[in-house]
């Protein structure tokens, strides 16, 4: 070992995760363009907020973001007109937060909302017709764990139960006019990547469901994931029934419509709630992050059309979300650290919000490859090959 070696700093495992940020759960509104950042030096989960070119840190100190329902969390944070909701970490209650355009970094105080000390909350959702939040409850009792989907109130904090029966709940989603919700569950032994079911249901003044049907997954092994609806109020899905995770829309007649058939995959397993890969914009376009041949690609589609590639620089988009011009990712890249990407709709420019830090030595970029095995199947995978050392001659 050549002396040089022997002196260098060596690298550790702390080393390694501490330089890298991350960030998830992004949401946009007139208020600006939040997201949860993740600080691997203290371990803790923070909202951010940018505006007018500016990042502030609006949790204070005491605070970390997270939900642990499925002990996996995700959807551990809302807006809720000009209020902020999230998951403590340490508590795993709900916290009510005021959005102030004065305030100063570590943003007002949190109002603890819920006192239900055997229960997490997770996948939160505002409800603006009623003022209340819908989330995903896991209880924690004498009698095991339990899962159901619940309402707070904003201004009571009183818990109220809107489903019940099923071992798991994820992905509520709420029609623009406040009168349908609809959701996802499954039950033991199932994965919610092998065998799920969507229910909708029309709620009443109160908001209480009323009759819930099951609008897919009877029994066939399909996968469905990010249920939502457009501003149409029209209902949508992806779901694999093709054999690829496509996105449908349900047509007045009560089937499901493939809005862009390709052999590739719209959805991602669910390891966590809260996942976002794809946005309906208000005129009819989308906003899809999908895997084709082992590769993360970002599209805008328009129905009819060809499917548009963007930010084609990057492999791996998430946490997708959007406002009348823009569509904002998460996106990851081989070459830099995480970015957070504002992508202009009409002329696709992009814009880097945060991250996306690259560094000061060359890296080995991976290169997809793909290989049969058997029965008309291929596996996909990357490969890497050490840099060259660039060597100086003399003359």
């Known amino acids: 070992m050549s002396s040089a070696a022997a002196e260098a700093p060596r690298l550790g495992a702390a080393d390694a995760c501490v330089a890298q940020r991350d960030f998830a759960a992004l949401k946009v509104d007139r208020q600006g363009l939040f997201w949860v950042e993740y600080n691997p030096a203290d371990g803790c989960n923070r909202i951010v907020r940018h505006r007018h070119g500016r990042s502030q840190v609006l949790t204070p100190g005491g605070f970390s973001v997270r939900s642990r329902v499925h002990e996996y969390g995700g959807g551990a944070w809302c807006l809720a007109d000009d209020r902020l909701v999230f998951v403590n970490d340490s508590d795993q209650q709900l916290w009510l937060q005021p959005l102030s355009p004065q305030a100063e970094e570590g943003g007002c105080p949190p109002l603890r909302l819920t006192a239900t000390t055997d229960t997490r909350f997770g996948d939160l959702l505002y409800d603006p017709h009623r003022r209340r939040i819908i989330a995903v409850a896991e209880r924690h009792g004498d009698d ?96 694999d029934r093709s054999g690829w995770w496509n996105l449908y829309r349900l047509t007045p007649g009560g089937r499901w419509h493939n809005v862009c058939p390709l052999d590739a995959e719209f959805g991602v397993a669910q390891w966590q709630l809260g996942l976002s890969t794809w946005v309906a914009f208000g005129d009819g376009c989308y906003g899809c992050s999908l895997v084709e041949n082992g590769e993360g690609r970002l599209r805008l589609i328009q ?17 997708l979300c959007c406002d009348e ?48 095995v058997g029965d008309g199947e291929r596996v996909h995978g990357f490969s890497t090959r050490r840099p060259r050392r660039r060597i100086r001659r003399r003359c």
């Open 303 to 319: 129905p009819g059309s060809a499917a548009v590639a963007v930010a084609e620089d990057y492999r791996l988009f998430r946490s």
């Open 144 to 239: 095991g764990v339990v899962n159901s989907l619940v309402a707070v109130s904003l201004g009571s904090g009183r818990v109220q139960c809107l489903a019940r029966g099923h071992d798991f709940y994820s992905s509520p989603c709420l029609s623009p006019n406040g009168r349908s919700l609809a959701w996802l569950t499954w039950d033991h032994p199932d994965q919610p990547w092998t065998r799920n079911r969507l229910y909708c249901a029309p709620l009443d003044r109160e908001g209480r469901c009323l009759a819930p049907r099951l609008l897919a997954g009877q029994g066939n092994g399909e996968a469905l994931f990010q249920p939502g609806f457009d501003a149409a109020g029209v209902l949508h899905v992806v779901s």
């Open 325 to 372: 011009h823009c569509l904002y990712s998460v996106a990851e890249a081989p070459d830099r650290t995480v970015s957070i990407l504002a992508i202009e709709r009409q002329s696709g420019e992009q814009t880097l919000i945060a991250g996306g830090t690259r560094p000061d030595h060359r890296v080995s970029l991976p290169q997809p490859f793909s290989c049969p």
